[in-house]
């Protein structure tokens, strides 16, 4: 295999100098000539009958263009799930506090402001619903949606659950039987979990200018995970022909899964019906409301083992609160239990998980998809167990791992797995045995957990690459440039087809009028694998017409050329060779271009077991696109006076098949294990009644540089030996992964610190304290 | 009652009509059209905003535009630098792969000129004190505080 | 967010217009709580004062008994950074950088932060354990207030119609006298305080001679732990002794729950913070960062 040339180096991000410069155009600087500026009016309850809506004064307003309320929107109900419960403005009733009830749009963002003051609406209060548990019962005191079964939904029948009034999917993976793996266990360990919800917090509100254009259709600029969907989803919610939808976006700022939520409707409603631009920007206390806050989970596990370790039978009951509408949280609780299915072994599987309706803000996938709180719990039972087997958990892990050809509990046969190897990495890397000395009230403790995302397949993904007159290769993609360093990484993979330096590529990108088709959008870390894949085959597609021209005028057959440093050149007759800018003539003067169009090729389960089918998982077919591994090490200081966890030392390994940007795979690892120690020690959407207490940076808190380790205890170790054979050399994806594990393995040191395990995110001082006490 | 102003910034006196109420963020972004100052909360907590203000580093959507008269105020736009069109911190950011999104980026590096202006040779602990009013959400700090620390290495010799 | 904006230039002025738009008009110094208040709909003034344009009410200067005079305007950085501060009242300068970022202070300023009057206002504990006294000037001519009694509940002053806060006066420390303040806060400076413990003791040959604690965040306003004071004035200061005084603040201490902690967290915490405020004031903790503070 020839060795790469720029593939594996650290070329310095091509976006970095537009914004050290403050030059880079997100969504939010966006202005076009006319524009006005929206605002939304939210319900102030958390269940609500809508009886009367008078928005007459607010119509009069001076600088008033526009006031929508549900009348004025088409009759659709939308989701970006499976399942479509959601009106584009509160329909009749109102679910949860903050959800859109009208909408203006006016000359400036004060006469906005002033015209939601003057809109009256008359509410009838109803009781309302916001424990998880209770409402995921067969008898609840509350229905969230009564009309739940004539919803459109893709969820298969077997995943529905009419017996669970406020369920909106049952997710089932059953193996085996674990009342009899229950039964021949040596030791049970039963435990409950709980991770709350948490918000993204990426730094950029989420935006959007909605243009309307003569033809009646919309241009939409946004900074969002999509561009694609939410094309897709515009044309069929306002009936328009979706070539008239153009979605366009340069960089976003910061996304995690926060930008999947389709917020643009209501800008476009408003833009549709004034025929006047309209931007509209969320305050950063409606982001914390609008813009999705996480999931929140209680996990519910018992794990059976033998006396030497084995896992017999693993029992999983997960209630997923996705909030008063279903957007993401079905796929999140099918999702998230890869998590239970593709590690350990495990002959015995029963995995219930229910994503569940409660009387909150509608919740949003968040980087992980469910992932990380199914880790906690799990990563934390293998602890929990291995210290009642008397047996290093460490080994315990080894012990139960599972390996590549091995198959997982849906029978998927396992491929690019090099989870053994983080973890031996980075036990030797944090020092796992060797114990730091205390330091006044500060005790210290390390703790090691595994972690692991998958990358679901699903819809497919474009690439097109024009080789230009003056050689300059242009990447065409529908990617979101989020921040993960997308162009820079496509830019190498791109020359290292063409043999050139990245700086002789140029990418077009995040334009629905000029790029490929992109799927699901920059989510579930599926960008380098498919995107890097369609690249590659869409720039051998044009070398194969770089190869056709020059054919003729060498008078070779194209099978025998090479392409390198844009010099066509045939290996055995060294002397035949022409420049790719001399294939350009008067009679071939057009670009020369290929296309690619990649989709993962993957098998359904079955929905009442959750197993593939057994003959085609053992051809190696595979329900996920790829699985990336981790392990994750820290070290605590916890103050036995202030309960207080401080992380002194946060190394990662991440099995990522291939690092085609080094520098910038430590980048995502960095921030992965920033955003763990967030949700580890500091971070909840703190919830009463339905309100959000701390919807603002002063409540909730991410961490800061001073949250964070010293550089020096700040360690990625980028795992390369187990590539995937599907990935573009190699590479699988792991923006996620980078998370996972995190608060495991500081749970897990807080309890080798001070002796006290702490089972509901986040650790708090608080939690830690009242532990110390009781113990 | 819209007031006319002159508000210095990067040099150059702007003369606009302002309301009492416009924060001098809105003003650079909105009236100006120096959108390289960032709005991330409007609350003065995530620093996105920040500029410098007669060489202190300032939240710019907690000070009134009307505040800012008879100020220097230096904006992204206006870095420059001394060999050639990047400033030093500028360069390190780049260098050292402390730009993932970006939209923090340009609040950072006016915190950290600031910084630097005062304390030209801080610690690591010190960078981090002196960041605590800037969040960022993709990198961790773990480069930023590395490109910063470049800096004031570079600067001492 | 609409108001009128003035700008008054002379101290006269300013309290004339306050004295005529009564309840309408609110301050504006730095500006750094205001805005936040107004933007968020908290308050909705149709009259915004800048007092910033009045000069003479900067200052941060000694005079010649070595008594700190503050004008209310004084930058809360200056106070952090001032050479003379730091020498002659260092409690003042260590409290000053433990409220918020440096952004926030390098416009924040002193008279904002006692005014805005949170609870957890970083600068009232040490100023008044300080024994600091407040200016105010008015339709009515000047008082004197001691700071203790100018914070009556949380956002509340003794201010009257037409007064405004114009200056801090803060007693010398004598030569033998140490302070801190202590802020525990879930990330520390940036965050506002769970408890904020300020102590200043004189010690004499292992006697405490005087003992002021003041507490923040625990209570409706900022208050002075009187029973913890009581227990070691005149005593030799031994670690039991110190753990009683502790447990005394704790007990007369009032915090309530809400987002940031529990009211019985805080109340522990007076204790913990109370413990290793004293122990550090009375010399038997010498330096900074064997307990308390966060950066290991």
Redesign the interface.
């Known amino acids: 295999m020839t060795p790469l040339s720029v593939v594996g180096k650290?070329v310095?991000?091509r976006?970095?100098?537009?914004?050290?410069?403050?030059?880079?155009?997100?969504c939010?600087?966006r202005?076009l000539p006319g524009m006005l500026h929206a605002k939304v009016l939210g319900s102030p309850y958390p269940h609500a009958t809508i009886l009367a809506i008078d928005t007459s004064a607010a119509e009069k307003l001076p600088g008033v263009r526009c006031v929508v309320t549900e009348k004025n929107a088409p009759q659709k109900l939308t989701g970006t799930g499976t399942v479509r419960d959601m009106p584009l403005l509160a329909k009749g009733v109102a679910r949860y506090i903050g959800e859109p009830v009208a909408a203006v749009a006016a000359t400036t963002i004060?006469a906005a402001e002033e015209a939601l003051e003057l809109i009256k609406v008359e509410y009838e209060e109803l009781p309302a619903l916001f424990d998880v548990e209770t409402a995921a019962g067969t008898n609840p005191p509350v229905i969230i949606h009564p009309d739940f079964s004539n919803y459109r939904k893709s969820t298969p029948r077997e995943r529905l659950c009419p017996e669970r009034p406020n369920v909106c999917a049952h997710i089932k993976i059953y193996k085996g039987d674990v009342d009899r793996g229950f039964q021949e266990s040596e030791l049970i360990v039963e435990n409950r979990f709980v991770a709350p919800s948490i918000q993204?917090?990426?730094?950029?509100?989420h935006a959007a200018v909605a243009r309307p254009e003569t033809d009646g259709g919309l241009t939409l600029f946004t900074g969002k995970q999509g561009i694609s969907r939410v094309k897709e989803d515009i044309a069929a919610m306002f009936g328009i022909e979706a070539y008239k939808i153009r979605v366009k976006q340069q960089?976003?700022?910061?996304?995690?899964g926060g930008k999947a939520t389709i917020y643009e409707l209501i800008p476009a409603l408003l833009a549709l019906k004034c025929g006047r631009p309209v931007k509209w920007?969320m305050?950063?206390e409606e982001v914390f409301v609008l813009g999705g806050p996480r999931q929140g989970m209680v996990l519910n596990i018992k794990d059976g083992f033998k006396k030497d370790g084995a896992l017999v039978a693993r029992k999983m009951e997960v209630f997923v609160d996705g909030g008063a509408y279903a957007e993401a949280s079905p796929g999140v609780t099918q999702n998230c239990s890869s998590v239970a299915v593709c590690m350990y072994r495990v002959p015995h599987l029963k995995w219930d998980g229910y994503a569940v309706y409660t009387n909150t803000p509608k919740r949003r996938g968040m980087r992980g998809y469910g992932v990380n709180e199914v880790t906690f719990a799990i990563e934390s039972n293998m602890d929990i167990a291995a210290e009642k087997l008397r047996m290093d958990s460490v080994e315990l892990r080894r012990k139960n791992l599972l390996t590549e050809g091995e198959a997982m509990l849906n029978g998927e046969i396992i491929h690019s797995n090099a989870v053994a190897e983080c973890l031996d990495k980075i036990c030797q890397s944090i020092k796992l045995d060797e114990k730091s000395p205390s330091e006044g009230a500060w005790r210290k403790g390390k703790g090691v957990a595994l972690g692991n995302k998958y990358s679901s397949p699903g819809s497919h993904y474009g690439a097109r690459i024009a080789v230009t007159d003056n050689e300059r290769v242009v990447v065409y993609h529908g990617a979101d440039a989020?921040?993960?360093?997308v162009n820079t990484v496509m830019a190498q993979i791109a020359a290292e087809e063409f043999g050139i330096s990245p700086d002789g590529v140029d990418i077009v990108f995040s334009d629905t009028a000029i790029t490929p088709y992109f799927g699901h959008g920059s989510t579930s870390s599926r960008t380098t694998f498919n995107l890097g894949n369609a690249v590659r085959h869409a720039c051998a597609a044009a070398k194969r017409e770089i190869f056709e021209r020059a054919g003729a005028r060498l008078e070779a057959p194209p099978e025998i050329m090479a392409l390198d440093n844009m010099e066509v050149y045939i290996p055995r007759h060294p002397d035949k060779k022409i420049e790719v800018r001399d294939l350009f003539t008067s009679d071939d003067a057009g670009e020369i271009v290929g296309t690619a169009d990649y989709k993962a090729d993957c098998i359904p389960d079955d929905p009442k077991t959750g197993q593939l089918d057994p003959a085609l998982a053992q051809q190696g077919k595979r329900f996920m696109a790829f699985y990336a591994y981790a392990a994750k090490g820290v070290e605590v200081a916890v103050n036995t006076e202030t309960g207080e966890v401080k992380v002194l030392r946060c190394h990662g390994a991440i099995d990522l098949g291939k690092a085609i940007n080094p520098?910038?795979c430590?980048?995502q690892s960095?921030?992965?294990?920033?955003?763990g120690i967030g949700s580890a020690l500091y971070e909840e959407t703190l919830m009463e009644n339905g309100r959000i207490l701390n919807p603002?940076?002063?409540d909730y808190r991410?961490?800061?540089?001073?949250q964070?380790p010293?550089?020096e205890n700040?360690k990625s170790i980028l795992v390369e030996s187990a590539p995937h054979k599907d990935g573009p050399f190699g590479a699988k994806g792991f923006a996620e992964g980078v998370v996972t594990g995190m608060e495991p393995a500081i749970a897990s040191a807080v309890y080798d610190a001070i002796g006290v395990r702490i089972k509901e995110l986040p650790i708090t001082p608080e939690k830690v304290l009242m532990a110390l006490r009781e113990k | 009652?819209k007031q006319l102003v002159t508000l210095r910034i990067n040099d150059t006196d702007e003369e606009i009509y302002v309301?009492?109420?416009w924060?001098l963020s809105y003003v650079l972004?909105?009236e100006l059209?120096l959108?390289?100052?960032?709005?991330?909360?409007?609350?003065?907590?995530?620093?996105?905003c920040?500029v410098l203000?007669d060489g202190?580093?300032?939240?710019s959507?907690?000070?009134?535009a009307?505040?800012a008269q008879g100020k220097e105020i230096l904006?992204?736009?206006g870095l420059k630098g001394h060999n050639g069109p990047?400033h030093p911190?500028?360069e390190a950011?780049?260098?050292h792969?402390a730009?993932?999104?970006?939209?923090?980026?340009?609040g950072l590096?006016m915190?950290a000129k600031?910084?630097l202006d005062e304390n030209p040779n801080p610690t690591?602990?010190e960078?981090?004190?002196?960041?605590?009013?800037?969040?960022?959400?993709?990198?961790?700090?773990?480069?930023?505080?590395?490109a910063i620390l470049s800096v004031a290495e570079k600067q001492k010799l | 967010?609409?108001?009128?904006?003035l700008?008054p230039l002379t101290i006269q002025e300013a309290t004339a217009l306050f004295a005529e738009y009564d309840g309408e008009a609110k301050v504006?110094a730095g500006?750094?709580d205001l805005?936040?208040l107004?933007?968020t709909k908290a308050i909705r003034p149709p009259y915004?004062v800048?007092i910033?344009r009045i000069p003479g009410l900067d200052h941060v200067r000694y005079d010649a008994n070595g008594a700190l005079i503050i004008g209310a305007l004084a930058i809360i950085?200056n106070l952090e950074t001032s050479n003379d501060v730091k020498q002659r009242h260092p409690v003042i300068a260590q409290a000053a950088g433990q409220l918020?970022?440096?952004?926030?202070r390098?416009?924040g300023t002193i008279g904002g932060n006692l005014c805005h009057a949170s609870p957890a206002a970083d600068t009232a504990p040490a100023l008044i354990a300080l024994g600091a006294k407040a200016k105010i000037i008015g339709p009515a001519g000047e008082r004197t207030v001691v700071l203790e009694d100018f914070f009556t509940g949380p956002g509340q002053t003794v201010l009257q119609r037409g007064e405004i806060l114009a200056e801090l006066y803060v007693p010398p420390m004598s030569p033998d006298s140490k302070g801190v303040y202590l802020k525990h806060a879930s990330?520390?400076?940036?965050d506002l305080a769970i408890v904020g413990v300020a102590a200043v003791a004189t010690m004499d040959r292992g006697i405490c001679r005087n003992a002021k604690i003041a507490l923040g965040a625990v209570g409706p306003t900022p208050m002075r732990a009187r029973n913890a004071e009581t227990l070691l004035e005149g005593k030799e200061t031994s670690d039991a002794l110190i753990g009683q005084a502790a447990e005394a603040a704790a007990a007369e201490s009032r915090p309530i729950t809400d987002v940031r902690a529990s009211a019985d967290y805080r109340r522990e915490m007076v204790q913990v913070f109370t413990r290793w405020a004293i122990r550090r004031v009375t010399g038997k903790e010498q330096e900074v960062g064997s307990e308390a503070t966060a950066?290991l």
């Open positions: 650290s310095l991000r976006d970095a100098r537009a914004k050290v410069l403050g030059r880079e155009e997100f939010i600087d202005k004060e993204h917090c990426a730094l950029e509100p960089y976003v700022g910061g996304a995690f920007v305050t950063r989020i921040g993960q360093g520098k910038s430590e980048q960095e921030g992965g294990m920033a955003m603002s940076f002063t991410v961490p800061l540089a001073t964070m010293l550089n700040m | 009652m309301e009492p109420w924060t972004r909105e059209n959108t390289g100052t960032k709005e991330g909360c409007n609350g003065g907590h995530c620093g996105a920040t203000i202190k580093a300032v939240m959507c907690l000070y009134l009307m505040k904006t992204i736009e990047l911190l500028q950011f780049i260098e792969f730009v993932q999104c970006g939209y923090c980026t340009p590096i915190t600031a910084m690591e602990e960078v981090r004190e002196g960041l605590n009013g800037n969040v960022c959400r993709c990198t961790g700090y773990t480069k930023i505080v590395e | 967010m609409r108001f009128q904006f700008q504006i500006g750094t805005i936040n107004i933007r915004v800048d910033g950085r918020g970022s440096v952004a926030i390098n416009v990330r520390g400076a940036a950066v």
